[in-house]
């Protein structure tokens, strides 16, 4: 007997190509992503946000000298030491539209009354006289310049000022330059970088005092309403390391919550942070150029096995193509579609015994599914349609009615002392009776209506088109004919009756949750009207539910 060397089952190739298609790719990736890659990146990344940070902090700390110069520059020009007016409005109202990240420029005289390059002669009197470094300008002209940060919630700002000496030698004022943060805001715009990197800067408990890049993202989450500027607090890595003198290590979560690497660097003699991240996503991207090159391999790896590839895929897609497009055909309600053999040479042997287990289950699905589909809405019994079958016809015609403005009546019908016939003669003749009683019933009604076995010994039509008197009218045809009728067989025939609730749809729905559900509920309670005043008669409800008996009593 030979011995078969070549797998034979699905499960047996499939398992030996797995391993030649998969595990050396993967093992080579997973090898080169755990020890080069990923430790490379960060470490590379890390030491290049710190780079970028000492030279943000150079860029910053550079726009505080300039603006440092300027203000000294003001105080020292001869227009300002002058201390006329007509010749400082001038040099105010240059500066100012010669400088955009200046919000105003400012000049408090000698008494202590502020003007501004807009107000120069509309002196102000904001009760600066009195402030320390006001005070200690007056007793020494030639004090250092002194920089003030307000960082209220409203309007945060930075004061640039400088005493004023005038010609004669005595104290002529103090000159501010006030820039708004968002002065700031805009120089650290410039220094966003990447798809997602950007640097900002905190204080020291935290509240940013610079835009958020991603402000808008921050709106959206509810955190903001207009800036984040001295509104959110971040308690990130990167504070906790700079309070300690350290640098964030790894990964962290920035004030989004997002994972980020970054680094930071203290200015302004520790009062500011200057904090530079980006997403960690972003930094890992370049990843992905890597693994084209693991791909790379992985290909070469793939044209080596590629014949025995295209065999073991040939001997599986061609017979699934089949069995799909049969499938694909019996999900449409086509279940006498061709179901033919495997297609390939020598398939393997689980492809064929599911081709030809397939196949005859095909014959049978057929007539399964449509017995199923009859009995689910069908009465074994009676073979009128059953309560399911009813409550979504029925609903359907009562809400096509409803729409149209077209009236539709619905009738419960009960058959008098059913109980006794079952108790007297037994279930069969009670069977034959709830039969023959069906057919009659299909007999009187209207082909456009709706008659099903509610339940037990109850029955329900639904007649659109119909309106209360139509319906009272059919209700009273069906409880005569059933009168005028005799059940079971002529050796012992057996005479019924039925009593009949009739209602028609109304306006406000008291019962259930839809039209459907009330009138039914409605139905049911003249029924029991019904059969409480006598039996073998009709009681109809009408829509705001009075109930109205329009038969005679029981003969």
């Known amino acids: 007997m030979p011995i078969h060397f070549f797998p034979k089952t699905i499960s047996s190739r499939i398992r030996m190509y797995s391993v030649l298609m998969v595990g050396a790719p993967l093992l080579f990736m997973t090898i080169m992503l755990i020890f080069f890659i990923k430790t490379t990146i960060i470490k590379s990344t890390k030491q290049e946000l710190e780079e970028q940070v000492t030279s943000h902090k150079i860029v910053i700390e550079e726009w505080f000298k300039e603006r440092s110069s300027d203000v000294k520059f003001l105080a020292e020009s001869e227009n300002l030491r002058s201390g006329k007016l007509n010749q400082i409005k001038p040099l105010l109202n240059l500066y100012d539209n010669t400088h955009d990240d200046i919000s105003e420029v400012i000049w408090v ?51 640039f000022s400088h005493p004023v000496t005038l010609q004669n030698g005595s104290f002529g004022g103090v000159v501010f330059l006030a820039a708004q943060l968002t002065a700031i805001n805009k120089l650290m715009k410039n220094l966003w970088f990447g798809a997602t990197g950007e640097t900002y800067i905190i204080n020291r ?21 207009n800036t984040a500027i001295m509104v959110i607090r971040t308690n990130t890595q990167s504070l906790e390391s700079a309070l300690v003198g350290t640098q964030p290590e790894g990964v962290y979560l920035d004030y989004r919550g997002a994972e980020v690497l970054g680094a930071s660097q203290w200015i302004k003699a520790g009062h500011w942070l200057i904090v530079s991240e980006i997403d960690y996503s972003e930094v890992m991207e370049p990843i992905y150029s890597f693994l084209w090159t ?3 391999g992985a290909f070469l790896t793939l044209l080596i096995i590629t014949p025995f590839s295209v065999k073991l895929v ?31 040479l020598h398939p393997p042997e689980e492809v064929t015994q599911l081709m030809d287990g397939f196949c005859v289950m095909q014959e049978k ?8 589909q009859k009995s689910a809405v069908t009465d074994q019994l009676t073979g009128l349609p059953n309560r399911r079958y009813l409550m979504k016809e029925g609903t359907r ?17 009960d058959i008098d002392h059913f109980k006794v016939i079952n108790d007297t003669y037994g279930h069969t003749v009670g069977d034959i009776v ?122």
Do not use: W
């Open 397 to 413: 015609l009562v809400d096509i009615a409803i729409r149209a403005g077209q009236p539709c009546s619905l009738m419960i019908m």
């Open 109 to 159: 005289g000698p008494d202590g009354t502020t003007r501004s390059h807009e107000s120069i002669h509309s002196p102000t009197t904001i009760g600066i006289r009195d402030h320390e470094y006001f005070t200690k300008c007056q007793a020494d002209p030639t004090l250092v310049p002194k920089i003030i940060i307000g960082e209220s919630l409203d309007n945060p700002i930075i004061l």
């Open 314 to 344: 040939r001997s599986i897609s061609i017979p699934l193509k089949r069995l799909s497009s049969v499938a694909r055909q019996m999900t449409k309600g086509n279940f006498d579609c061709e179901c033919a053999g495997t297609g390939v």
């Open 365 to 372: 699905v057929e007539s399964t599914v449509q017995e199923l």
């Open 434 to 555: 709830l039969q023959q009683m069906s057919s009659a019933f299909q007999e009187i009604v209207r082909s456009s209506d709706i008659i099903a076995r509610y339940g037990g010994e109850e029955f329900v039509v639904v007649a659109p088109g119909s309106d209360i008197d139509s319906g009272s009218t059919l209700a009273e045809r069906l409880r005569q004919g059933i009168e005028a009728r005799t059940f079971n067989n002529e050796a012992q025939p057996l005479a019924c009756t039925i009593s009949i609730g009739v209602s028609h749809y109304a306006t406000h729905i008291k019962f259930g949750v839809d039209a459907y559900e009330d009138m039914l509920a409605r139905a049911d309670n003249a029924l029991y009207k019904a059969k409480d005043t006598g039996r073998n008669r009709i009681c109809v409800a009408e829509p705001h539910n009075k109930l109205t008996d329009s038969s005679k009593g029981e003969n």
């Open 205 to 225: 408990e935290g509240y940013m005092l610079t835009e958020s890049r991603f402000l808008d993202q921050l709106k959206a989450a509810g955190r903001v309403e």
């Open 294 to 296: 693991a791909i790379g």
